[in-house]
């Protein structure tokens, strides 16, 4: 029940946040947008648990950087610190998870609060991903 009003917490957090805030440095993407954003380069981050990584696979070259675990906890401070190993607050980022509800909240929270200039959100995630027969690999 704890990890439950956890995610309810901060679910509402991050909806306060973000709509005092205008995040105009994030863009939803499709499938197409995610292949030539990968292809240019630009660093794709998957969010999901490792449980879902292994469940369907991830896309081939994204950076497993799980924000949730299975109980719903988080570790926010790290998870920041991980993303910008990966890529600057100058640097465009993708983030991608199973249908883009979580990557749409960490989206917006990296523009408005953190102040990265250029987030992407695969707006219907790795499902939609495997749905239109796109690759995937299983995680290391």
């Known amino acids: 029940m704890n990890s439950l009003i956890s995610k309810i917490i901060f679910s509402s957090i991050f909806l306060l946040l973000v709509s005092s805030a205008y995040a105009n440095g994030v863009k939803n993407i499709d499938n197409l947008e995610l292949k030539q954003l990968m292809e240019s380069g630009v660093a794709v981050i998957d969010v999901r648990a490792p449980s879902e ?3 369907t696979g991830v896309v081939k070259g994204s950076h497993l950087l799980m924000f949730y675990d299975d109980n719903g906890k988080y570790d ?6 991980n993303v910008a190993e990966i890529a600057n607050k100058d640097e465009p980022v993708v ?29 219907r995630g790795i499902a939609h991903w495997i749905k239109k027969k796109n690759s995937v690999v299983m995680p290391n």
Do not use: A
């Open 76 to 81: 926010l401070n790290n998870w920041l610190k």
């Open 95 to 123: 983030l991608i998870c199973h249908s883009g509800g979580r990557t749409k909240q960490l989206s917006k929270y990296l523009t408005s609060v953190v102040g990265y200039k250029e987030v992407y959100n695969v707006k």
């Open 53 to 55: 990584w292994n469940k």
